[in-house]
T-cell receptor
Framework: ETGVTQTPRHLVMGMTNKKSLKCEQH?????MYWYKQSAKKPLELMFV???????ENNSVPSRFSPECPNSSHLFLHLHTLQPEDSALYLC??????????????FGEGSWLTVV | AQSVAQPEDQVNVAEGNPLTVKCTYSVSGNPYLFWYVQYPNRGLQFLLK??????LVKGSYGFEAEFNKSQTSFHLKKPSALVSDSALYFCAVRDILSGSARQLTFGSGTQLTVLP
């Protein structure tokens, strides 16, 4: 149990589908993240929310749409994805504070397959 | 810009032997350095971090890492490896002087296999 829960753990979707990934953190943190992990590639930071405000968007295609309704929940809405978007999507959270010494804690990930 | 390199894709070590997983970094200012471990089909688990102070940092599961500023390295070590240590290990760096200071830049990972 990491304190960061992701659902679903596995998702298969067609290229025309709309689906969402959900993340919930039980650590009392105020920042949440989406990362993408593809085979043979380094982890890619997609989005960062701090105090429910999006503070980073690392050139992610618009077919990925994040939503952070409160500091404990984070969604990634998926629409018209491509097969190359198949990957492990990792949610994470941290206590955002000055000096940025905070540790980021990850969930177990959602395996996404686009067919 | 910040970057981190893990020069070895794969490290094999016999159970009971010491292990080292290498990491070097590049930052503009002072680095904050982290190690994470990923077991199969799981997320990343935090092992340890260096912020300031003692260059030898101790973390979870008996792991430790040594910060070497002159060599810009932060190698992960364990005195006696266990088969259960077999996993994918990631080094990460945060540069507080970079434009994207929240971003934790990860290495490409090193697969550690401990042989019984």
């Amino acid at each position: 149990e990491t304190g960061v829960t992701q659902t679903p753990r596995h998702l298969v979707m067609g290229m025309t589908n709309k689906k969402s990934l959900k993340c919930e953190q039980h650590l009392g943190h105020n920042a949440m993240y989406w990362y993408k992990q593809s085979a043979k590639k380094p982890l890619e930071l997609m989005f960062v929310y701090s105090l429910e405000e999006r503070v980073e968007n690392n050139s992610v295609p618009s077919r990925f749409s994040p939503e952070c309704p409160n500091s404990s929940h984070l969604f990634l809405h998926l629409h018209t994805l491509q097969p190359e978007d198949s990957a492990l999507y990792l949610c994470a959270s941290s206590q955002d504070k000055s000096g940025l010494t905070n540790t980021i804690y990850f969930g177990e990930g959602s395996w996404l397959t686009v067919v | 810009a910040q970057s981190v390199a893990q020069p070895e894709d794969q490290v094999n070590v016999a159970e009971g032997n010491p292990l080292t997983v290498k990491c070097t970094y590049s930052v503009s200012g002072n680095p904050y350095l982290f190690w994470y471990v990923q077991y199969p089909n799981r997320g990343l688990q935090f092992l340890l971090k260096y912020i300031t102070g003692d260059n030898l940092v101790k973390g979870s599961y008996g792991f430790e890492a040594e910060f070497n500023k002159s060599q810009t390295s932060f190698h992960l070590k364990k005195p006696s490896a266990l088969v259960s240590d077999s996993a994918l290990y990631f080094c990460a760096v945060r540069d507080i002087l970079s434009g994207s200071a929240r971003q934790l830049t990860f290495g490409s990972g090193t697969q550690l296999t401990v042989l019984p």
